[in-house]
């Protein structure tokens, strides 16, 4: 038997039922931080959104730290890192989003026009995709540093935090490389 063998070929699969799991965890997740986006009050404009706010950036990162230690104890390292990412990338987004609904709420001229929770997912969106299709832009000098924080933040959530998930997962599939080559 060669490469194709069935011993061979199952090693390399994943067990039935664990890809669709992640798929729904995965979904689950970001539908609920939707749904709890548009349903959340965001009415208030005091120092304690900014430190509500503050403290979701914490949140965030505190996810980042969990969640790769998940992928290190992962049974499946790279398929744990996509599923984390598909979290984290959510979170990332609803967290600037709440803070443009809240920055366009407290000053109605910030933007090129006043933003609903919708509009500011999708700023929010076109500014992590770095589309910018200028619809919808920064006018006063508070929401220009917002976003520009935003864009930091963005180019340190796709840098840094998927090379901190590459590199978490490279150990799990060298351990069970090696434990395939291992004579039974």
Request: aromatic share 6%; no cysteine.
């Amino acid at each position: 038997m060669g490469p194709t063998d069935r011993g061979e070929t199952s090693a390399r699969l994943l067990p039935r039922g664990v890809l669709p799991r992640v798929v729904a965890r995965a979904t689950t997740s970001s539908a609920s931080l939707v749904g709890v986006y548009y349903l959340a009050p965001l009415d208030g404009t005091s120092t304690g959104t900014v430190v509500a706010f503050v403290v979701g950036l914490v949140a965030v990162v505190g996810l980042v730290g969990w969640q790769v230690r998940a992928v290190l104890a992962a049974p499946y390292p790279l398929l744990r890192s996509i599923e984390a990412l598909a979290i984290i990338m959510p979170s990332s987004v609803v967290l600037w989003s709440v803070a443009a609904v809240v920055l366009s709420r407290y000053d109605p001229a910030a933007f090129s026009e006043v933003l609903d929770r919708t509009g500011a997912l999708y700023l929010t969106m076109s500014v992590l995709a770095t589309v910018g299709f200028g619809d919808v832009v920064a006018v006063t000098d508070g929401a220009r540093a917002l976003m520009t924080v935003q864009m930091v933040g963005n180019l340190l959530l796709v840098g840094v935090v998927v090379r901190l998930f590459v590199g978490a997962a490279q150990p799990g599939r060298s351990m069970r490389d090696d434990e395939r080559r291992e004579p039974r």
